[in-house]
Nanobody
Framework: QVQLVESGGGLVQAGGSLRLSCATS????????MGWFRQAPGKEREFVAA????????LYADSVRGRFTISRDNAKNTVYLQMNSLKSEDTAVYCC???????????????????WGQGTQVTVSS
């Protein structure tokens, strides 16, 4: 059984920063491509960022490129999302997602991923 658990969400003022973490447990010996998605109230879930299992390639949504950074520490089975220069429109529930693969690939679509966390709330006050 694979579990993804997010942490690090909270309330922050516009212009501030937060770092989200996503810890993987279960099949930790497997290689996972990982992604972050978010969903704001009344809106569809949207892609935020993704990273290959090795961490050598990353992908970002246009809305966060230059402000957010995805990274990973495979020794700790953890993926991070550093969020800087936060805006009120970044307010959402952020979820991490994973897919077991050793190929140097990532996905933008939610359906590409097999495992999901429960999410962590990020609220940016203006």
């Amino acid at each position: 059984q694979v579990q993804l658990v997010e942490s690090g969400g909270g309330l922050v003022q516009a212009g501030g920063s937060l770092r989200l973490s996503c810890a993987t447990s279960g099949r930790t010996s497997s290689a996972y491509a990982m992604g972050w998605f978010r969903q704001a109230p009344g809106k569809e879930r949207e892609f935020v960022a993704a990273i290959t299992w090795s961490g050598d390639r990353t992908l970002y949504a246009d809305s966060v490129r230059g402000r957010f950074t995805i990274s990973r520490d495979n020794a700790k089975n953890t993926v991070y999302l550093q969020m800087n220069s936060l805006k009120s429109e970044d307010t959402a529930v952020y979820c991490c997602a994973g897919r077991i693969t050793t190929a140097p690939v990532m996905g933008r679509g939610a359906s590409w991923y097999d495992y999901w966390g429960q999410g962590t709330q990020v609220t940016v006050s203006s």
